[in-house]
């Protein structure tokens, strides 16, 4: 599974929006580094942009099942939301990229990781 350039800038801009840019891995060396902190139970801030996918690709997996985890027929990756706009209903993508951003934001916001401005 993977997300599909439009809704991966869309899904960026929206963190953006939300004020989160900040908390957001620098490139994916920092991805990496936290996600073995994490994995060792040690102190980090979430990355936003990688937890927001990350309960992306698991509603996707709950309400589409795991052929989103395989290939399609031309060796393309499936992504998420596009399936869901095909087999939900259009918005379905807004939907996954606006539920996820909004929890993000309220787990920031509940850290005080957000500036007041």
């Known amino acids: 599974m993977k997300s599909c350039q ?6 960026r801009k929206a963190i953006e929006d939300k004020g989160l840019g900040h908390l957001v891995s620098k ?5 990496a ?4 902190k994490e994995l ?15 309960a992306i690709m698991n509603n996707a997996l709950e309400s589409g099942g795991a052929y989103l985890l395989v290939m399609d027929e031309n060796g393309n990756h ?11 209903g259009k918005g379905t993508d ?3 990229i606006t539920n996820s951003v ?8 509940k850290a005080g990781l957000l500036n007041d401005n």
């Open 40 to 54: 060792k139970d040690e102190h980090t801030i979430d990355d936003p942009l990688m937890s927001a996918w990350f």
């Open 102 to 109: 909004n929890e993000q934001f309220n787990k920031a916001k």
């Open 6 to 11: 439009k809704h991966w800038d869309q899904l």
């Open 78 to 88: 499936y992504c998420p939301m596009c399936e869901g706009n095909k087999h939900v």
């Open 27 to 31: 490139n994916g060396k920092q991805v």
């Open 33 to 36: 580094e936290r996600l073995k």
């Open 94 to 96: 807004d939907w996954f």
